[in-house]
Nanobody, 124 residues
């Protein structure tokens, strides 16, 4: 059974860093697009970063560009989200997601398989 399990969330001060991990099981993620979304209290879920399958092109929301980095470790079948210079507005539950069809293309609207999320709180 396909599973996505996020970890690495927590409480961090403004300006700090966190690295989120998403471990995938029952499929190999190097050929498929993997993405990170977030949902802040009272707001809609938004896509923040995506890494395409095969050639590993990366895409970012304007709100995180230059601060967040998405990457993957094929040997560990894990995707990461390195978050630097965190701001209070980055506070949200962060979800890992992929496309059930196994598409290698980054299209947030096609992401339909989700992990349970990990909470990131940025506060002093």
């Amino acid at each position: 059974q396909v599973q996505l399990v996020e970890s690495g969330g927590g409480l961090v001060q403004p300006g700090g860093s966190l690295r989120l991990s998403c471990a995938a099981s029952d499929f190999t993620l190097d050929l498929v697009a993997m993405s990170w979304f977030r949902q802040a209290p009272g707001k809609e879920r938004e896509g923040v970063a995506c890494i395409s399958g095969v050639d590993a092109n990366t895409y970012y929301a304007d709100s995180v560009k230059g601060r967040f980095t998405i990457s993957r470790d094929n040997a560990k079948n894990t995707v990461y989200l390195q978050m630097n210079s965190l701001k209070p507005e980055d506070t949200a539950v962060y979800y890992c997601a992929t496309d059930r069809t196994g598409s290698s293309r980054c299209n947030y609207n096609d992401m339909d398989y989700w992990g349970k999320g990990t909470l990131v709180t940025v506060s002093s």
